[in-house]
């Protein structure tokens, strides 16, 4: 019988596989965690940074030019770097961005996800990138990891990740290998080579695992809360090393495999976990970052192990922006390679200001047919909370819960949302990213008495057809995951609870302002580096997220989608409107051109949304020709 039980994980571990640690349960305290027999206060703060593209050949007044890559030539590439332009970061960028990071948020965060591509891009035919540098360009990023967040007195210390006042957690990028996009099979020449680099990161235990596919977990709460870092090269289209997540043989299959055995374990443990990875699943007609086989179990998998999952965060694609995924496009047939996909988006990883213009432009448009929100005056989310059902009267559906069936119930559980940060590299204007989550005490389940019956029933059913399926199961060739207990309150990404996501606040360095400021005779004495806030979710007028849910994000796309916003999404842009009208003299009548001002409506939120992806580098009269404001 107990072989029954765990003959699959012990075959998995004797294959290779890490298993996590065994579970050990400490009841929760408000704000504090312990730790090597010492209390530590949670802030409720972690930072998200990503893309750094650390270039040591960069040249100050350089050419911008694409052939030149701020390395040769003479122009205007700043100290801090060559804003709007593809050349990669200065180490004076790198330097002083740490040197913000240790003045003004050391003290005040958790932990760290650090979300790949470290190395430069091979953009200089003249100094092509070799394994060396891309090791080293990686290894300069750990040690101003240690400079801030190193431990002073750690001498004698032989445990290599207690070397840290608090969890950074790495990734790969898709430029953090050579060439640039492929990684094989593992264990490969990058795994190797990135679990001495990442040695102080990776815990003992999960380091075969990461030799093997580049993949580790770390519990950044220990026994409550543990960070997932996903090797999405395997996952990524452009590999052409790899084909996809069906086939067992495949390292993308094996990933799934993992993630799916370390949710189970963290489910059975009562932890959360958030899930990281370098290359987002954005999936729209013109640009798919993965495979479809890889897109369609991601997708299963946050939505089977939507009790556990916090939230997805990824970098890659240097705009800000969010996604939507939905669980009513997930298609067995697809995600088990049984069918090809009808059509395939070509293999291409160039993102440039006109194609992500395409894409955010597509994006809006799935985003249109996203269900209303239909909300009664009594129909309000109070806390963040929002009610269950209102019925309009008995045996007929109210719009509000035809809205509600549309989603998925109150908490919107057809979908899932993943968040896309924008990079350090000054493609626009340096970036990164401080969320706030909740660090209080488990909520109680909000569900009034009469939907916790039907709850607990429905469970029971789920139960009997469980048992029904268990004889044929064999015969299956793919075992879905199952999903969380019908009678447990929704997972963190869904409702307020501990570990959810609150807010979050994006800093940015207006490199045009700074650079300006160190290279002015009148000003350099006194300019200094910094970073500033774009905005912050908790005080937004426009997005007006009440928190980081998956609901309140169905809400923003929708609004972002709306062709034809409600008033307070309306704005108006004044534009010259050149007419004619007929003036009449005594030997002809001719026309004569007039300019009038013409006031035209546009959707405010959308408008944001695209001004934000690119950090506000782009003028507003740019923005309306681009996207037809």
């Known amino acids: 019988m107990i072989f029954q039980l765990l003959g699959p994980l012990l075959l998995w571990a004797v294959a290779g596989h890490c298993l996590p640690a065994s579970p050990q349960q400490i009841p929760l305290q408000p704000d504090v965690i312990s730790s090597n027999s010492k209390e530590t206060r949670l802030h409720g703060r972690f930072l998200h940074i990503t893309d750094f593209h650390l270039d040591r050949f960069y040249s100050q007044l350089s050419s911008t030019d ?46 760290i996800l650090w979300t790949g591509d470290s190395a430069r891009h091979d953009n200089d035919e003249l100094i092509p ?40 957690v790495p990734n790969f990028g898709n430029n953090d290998i050579l060439p640039h996009n492929i990684f094989t099979q ?58 996809g997540c069906a086939s067992k043989s495949e390292p993308g299959y094996e990933h799934f495999d993992w993630l799916r055995i370390q949710l189970q374990f963290f489910r059975q443990r009562g932890m959360k976990a958030i899930l990281m990875g370098h290359v987002p699943p954005a999936r729209t007609t013109s640009k798919q970052s993965w495979d479809e086989t890889c897109w369609q179990k991601y997708t299963l998998w946050l939505q089977q192990y939507r009790d556990v999952i916090v939230g997805g965060l990824y970098g890659h694609m240097n705009i800000d922006h969010f996604m939507i995924q939905d669980n009513d496009q997930i298609d067995m047939q697809l995600l088990t390679g049984e069918v090809e996909p009808a059509k395939k988006p070509p293999r291409s990883d160039q993102f440039s200001i006109e194609s992500s213009a395409e894409y955010l432009t597509e994006l809006r448009y799935d985003w249109s047919n996203l269900p209303d929100n239909v909300k009664d005056k009594n129909i309000e989310a109070r806390n963040g909370v929002w009610p269950t059902k209102h019925r309009k009267e008995k045996g007929r559906k109210s719009k509000h819960d035809k809205f509600l069936d549309k989603i998925g119930g109150p908490w919107g559980e057809r979908y899932s949302a993943t968040l896309v940060g924008a990079s350090v590299v000054p493609n626009y204007f340096p970036t990164m990213r401080v969320f706030e989550y909740n660090t209080t005490e488990p ?31 064999e015969r299956h060739k793919f075992a879905k995951p199952h999903p969380p207990s019908r009678s447990q309150p929704p997972g963190p ?97 001719h026309k004569k051109k007039k300019k009038h001002k013409k006031r035209k409506r546009f959707n405010h939120v959308w408008f944001t949304f695209v001004n934000r992806a690119y950090v506000g580098t782009k003028d507003e009269e740019d923005l309306h020709d681009q996207f037809d404001f």
């Open 443 to 473: 909520f109680e389940p909000l569900f009034s008495a009469q939907d916790d019956n039907e709850e607990v029933a429905a469970a029971e059913l789920d139960k009997v057809k469980e048992r029904r399926k268990r004889a044929s199961s």
């Open 186 to 243: 593992g264990p490969n020449r990058w795994t190797k080579a990135f679990a001495h680099v990442w040695r102080k990161f990776i815990p003992e235990e999960q380091r075969h695992s990461f030799e093997r596919g580049g993949w580790f977990s770390v519990e950044v709460i220990p026994d409550k809360l543990a960070v997932l870092s996903l090797n999405t090269l395997y996952f990524f289209y452009s590999n052409t090393a790899v084909n």
């Open 66 to 111: 694409h052939d030149d890559a701020c390395h040769w030539g003479k122009g205007d590439a700043g100290i801090f770097g060559a804003e709007k332009t593809d050349c990669d970061s200065p180490l004076a960028l790198i330097n002083a961005t740490f040197d913000w990071i240790r003045d003004n948020l050391k003290d005040s965060i958790d932990f």
């Open 129 to 168: 990138r070799t394994d060396e540098q891309i090791i080293e360009l990686n290894e300069m990023l750990v040690n101003k990891f240690v400079e801030v967040f190193g431990k002073a007195d750690n001498i004698n210390d032989t445990d290599p990740t207690n070397d840290f006042t608090i969890p950074v």
């Open 493 to 589: 990404a869904y409702s307020p609870q501990t570990f959810s996501w609150l807010s979050y606040t994006q800093y940015y360095a207006n490199l045009t302002r700074i650079n300006a400021a160190f290279t002015s005779p009148q000003s350099s004495k006194d300019a200094r580096f910094f970073y500033e806030i774009e905005y912050d979710t908790k005080n937004d007028t426009v997005f007006r997220l009440q928190d980081l849910t998956v609901r309140n994000y169905i809400d923003l796309a929708a609004r972002i989608g709306k062709l034809k916003p409600k008033k307070d999404d309306l704005r108006f842009a004044t534009t010259d409107d050149i007419k004619s009208d007929l003036s009449t003299n005594k030997e002809k009548k």
